[in-house]
């Protein structure tokens, strides 16, 4: 812990904790909008995704925000700055999930950023760039398998072929469009020019056990790691449990399981992250030999070579393991995010918000879990600020933050986006 650092849990000096305990309550009224009774599961152009948005926009006008959804699906609130019109710094999250999530990835951002214009209203008029809040709403790619598809869409990178990917029940985007009332020939609306933004400001929990570890509150993101991720089938042959000898089985199940061992093996040896997160064996009968394996694999690393070169050796391997057992292995890339580096005038101003609430010389880490910064940063700068989060647990039910630290992580981004007004006069 650096001599700066504010010691774990204690209160922000003279910040009145009532915007981190207000964001705080906003996140459990966020959780209750969830297609699952059980856990929180909101996913993109859901019915609760369309609730979520309208809790939102109601948060962003009661802040005087102007106020509007896009045509991918996002929620937007802007407050003019000194003149109106002026290119806006854009702060935001997203507020979709994954099944059976926590209740702060991805919307503890949002909520905060509207803690920050709280703030800032009353002193709009003085402000160099118009502040706009986005709620992104598709970061996780739960849904349709590909993630990214909100900001993508901000960053004017929407693909065609998005439209035929199919949910799990066969729903394809373009259906799911329509019936969440978009209108698909006009999601390029979407598209945000640079030159009507300054920069994107991202707020986020840690997702990992660093700042825990290092005992601090806050931390700054240098890069945010690009994922790739693929559906892979191993098929085999479908037959009866009992009556096939070993010698005659190809059993897909079997040959699924070497994949997953190696898939963990291979990335510890080239100090890489893949995960396979989803497996189905079909036709799924107690006494039927597994004839075709479905599973995902998510591949991650620091660069986008070292990934790459991770996926090649995964492929290989799993190529030859299935063939010794005659089956075939096949792979089909799902969605691909490159690598960012976030901005460097930006990391300074998080690091100058951060040292305003008392650590001068913040944990510095690069983001292991992908976040709509990445597709953003093809338009405008991006900078991300970590709070911290218990056991650096996420994308499970028992994600936690403290009160103190969520207060932190509202006056550090405060005094960021005040820092970045400093430095454009
Ligand atoms: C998003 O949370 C991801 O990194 O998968
Ligand atoms: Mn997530
Ligand atoms: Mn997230």
Redesign the pocket.
Known sequence: MSAQAPPAGAAPAGAPLADARRALRRCDELAGLSASAQGVERVHLSPEHARANALAAGWMGELGMRTWSDQAGNQWGRLEGRAPGLPALVLGSHLDTVPDAGRY?GVLGVVSALEVVRRLAPRAASLPFALEVVAFSD??GTRFST?LLGSSAVAGAWREEWWERTDRDGVSVREAAERFGLDPSRVHEAARRPEDLVGYLELHIEQGPLLEAADRPLGVVTSIAG?RRFTARVLGEARHAGGTPYPRRRDALVGAAEVVLAVERLAVEADGIATVGRLQAHPGGVNVVPGLVELSLDVRAEHDEDRDALVERISEHAQRSCAARRLTFELTETHTAAGVRCDEELQASVVAGIAATGDGAPLRTWSR??HDAMAVAAITPVAMLFVRCADGIS?APQESVTLEDVAHGIDAFEAAVLDVARRRG
């Open positions: 990835d970061e996780e993630a994922a879990a992908g994308h």
